[in-house]
T-cell receptor, first 114, second 114 residues
Framework: DTEVTQTPKHLVMGMTNKKSLKCEQH?????MYWYKQKAKKPPELMFV???????INESVPSRFSPECPNSSLLNLHLHALQPEDSALYLC?????????????FGSGTQLSVL | AQSVTQPDIHITVSEGASLELRCNYS??????LFWYVQSPGQGLQLLLK??????LVQGIKGFEAEFKRSQSSFNLRKPSVHWSDAAEYFC????????????FGAGTRLFVKA
């Protein structure tokens, strides 16, 4: 299994809603990432978890709250979002071995905030 | 600060023609270098990577890239483009500031004409 699975694929939410994005991988990778990608822009790093601990937070607003319950799961909890938060949210896991490092990406969750 | 520059926002090539996408990076040491491809609304797929050794690396789908330290470049090439290669291409650099951080260039949109 070389997949990173993200659910849901699409999400529409109001500014007062609370929702969560889910990411799952069963490749045994111990680092997982959240990226945000606006239309026609590159992915921007939000968070990195390494061994279930938050290792990088790119000054992301607190209305985005990541969680890593175990080494296979990564969640992104959303609360009181703004319309400008509408974007494709990508999850990735990192493989590190003698061959170097590389990221495996999920297909993303397309989020629309109304 | 680390950065990645892709000077071409979009490129159009004829099917069967050769392709070169440019990438320049800024980093104090030799970074990990990557090329990813993204189809609309999808996640990113790794084409190839470099972190040491032979400076000419081969990837999937017939792509190759050459690392040139003197020019801080990592250009992507393909000898004969297929219509299915039309997509967005991102060059990326990775390094270890405590975690493993990967940032992306702005991307180059490839159009293939028949």
């Amino acid at each position: 299994d070389t997949e990173v699975t993200q659910t849901p694929k699409h999400l529409v939410m109001g500014m007062t809603n609370k929702k969560s994005l889910k990411c799952e991988q069963h490749m045994g990778h111990r680092a997982m990432y959240w990226y945000k990608q606006k239309a026609k822009k590159p992915p921007e790093l939000m968070f990195v978890y390494s061994y279930e601990k938050l290792s990088i937070n790119e000054s992301v607003p607190s209305r985005f709250s990541p969680e890593c319950p175990n080494s296979s799961l990564l969640n992104l909890h959303l609360h009181a979002l703004q319309p400008e938060d509408s974007a494709l949210y990508l999850c990735a896991s990192r493989q590190a071995d003698r061959d170097g490092e590389k990221l495996f990406f999920g297909s993303g969750t397309q989020l629309s905030v109304l | 600060a680390q950065s990645v520059t892709q000077p071409d926002i979009h490129i159009t090539v004829s099917e069967g023609a050769s392709l070169e996408l440019r990438c320049n990076y800024s980093y104090g040491a030799t970074p990990y270098l990557f090329w990813y491809v993204q189809s609309p609304g999808q996640g990113l797929q790794l084409l190839l990577k470099y972190f040491s050794g032979d400076t000419l690396v081969q990837g999937i789908k017939g792509f190759e890239a050459e690392f040139k330290r003197s020019q801080s470049s990592f250009n992507l090439r393909k000898p004969s483009v297929h219509w299915s290669d039309a997509a967005e291409y991102f060059c990326a650099v990775g390094w270890r500031p405590g975690g493993f951080k990967t940032i992306f260039g702005a991307g180059t949109r490839l159009f293939v004409k028949a």
